[in-house]
């Protein structure tokens, strides 16, 4: 494992220092899946239930979320984001989240795909939880990261 970012030479915490580093175009994915009963899929589809259409809320919640996220993690640096997209979808076993996120910055946006992500799922919980005490949120994960030092992408699951 490579050395800490955040910690200084004497162990303290630290924001990391990104002046010296080029700005270029970065682009993140992540996504997270809400774990949802046959009962309560059926609700949403058929528009039925008590709270609304969670999908849309949590898209809106999502993108919220993904503006604030230097406010929510301590050491995350504030960027401006140009763009976040929400895409909330219907799957077998409930709701699979996707969150994108791209900046032109010194430093990436995974920290803000991965909270679009987790507010998002989080959104979908309470909008479902009148009907479905036993959700579960899983899955949480950086997909793909594009720009700054290096590359990422998830290797996918052949089935």
């Known amino acids: 494992m490579s050395e800490l970012s955040h910690f200084d030479e004497s162990g303290k915490i630290r924001m990391v220092d990104v002046s010296g580093?080029?700005?270029?175009?970065?682009?993140?994915?992540?996504?997270?899946?809400?774990?949802l009963?046959?009962?309560?899929?059926a609700k949403l589809?058929?528009?039925?239930?008590?709270?609304g259409n969670p999908?849309?809320?949590?898209?809106?919640?999502g993108i919220m979320a993904a503006k604030r996220t230097s406010e929510l993690i301590p050491l995350c640096h504030q960027i401006n984001l140009s763009k976040v997209n929400i895409a909330a979808e219907f799957c077998d076993t409930g709701i699979k989240?996707?969150?994108?996120?791209?900046?032109s910055?010194?430093?990436?946006?995974?920290?803000?795909?991965?909270t679009a992500?987790?507010?998002?799922?989080?959104?979908?919980?309470?909008?479902?939880k009148a009907v479905q005490k036993d959700i579960v949120i899983t899955d949480i994960r950086l997909e793909s990261k594009t720009g700054g030092k290096s590359d990422y992408q998830r290797p996918s699951v052949s089935k």
């Open 21 to 35: 580093k080029q700005e270029t175009v970065r682009r993140a994915v992540a996504s997270a899946r809400v774990m």
């Open 45 to 51: 589809r058929s528009n039925t239930n008590p709270k």
């Open 37 to 41: 009963s046959e009962k309560t899929l």
């Open 97 to 103: 989240i996707e969150a994108e996120a791209i900046t």
């Open 117 to 128: 992500a987790s507010i998002a799922a989080l959104t979908i919980y309470d909008m479902c």
């Open 105 to 114: 910055a010194q430093t990436g946006v995974e920290m803000e795909a991965l």
């Open 55 to 61: 999908l849309e809320i949590a898209r809106i919640a």
